[in-house]
């Protein structure tokens, strides 16, 4: 799912020039890493 996401966010990038939705993108992405990072650390702490 989140290479998935990736995936979609880069040819969005490529196919617009990344000018009005690399902000946008950019924003979205970081969440996602910040959801996984915490994902990972409740997994440790197990």
Known sequence: VLLAVG???LALLA???GQT???VIE???EQ???G???FLREQEQR
């Open 7 to 9: 995936a979609v966010a």
């Open 15 to 17: 196919s617009d020039d």
């Open 21 to 23: 939705l690399r902000p």
């Open 27 to 29: 924003d979205q992405l």
């Open 32 to 34: 996602q890493v910040d």
């Open 36 to 38: 996984i990072r915490q």
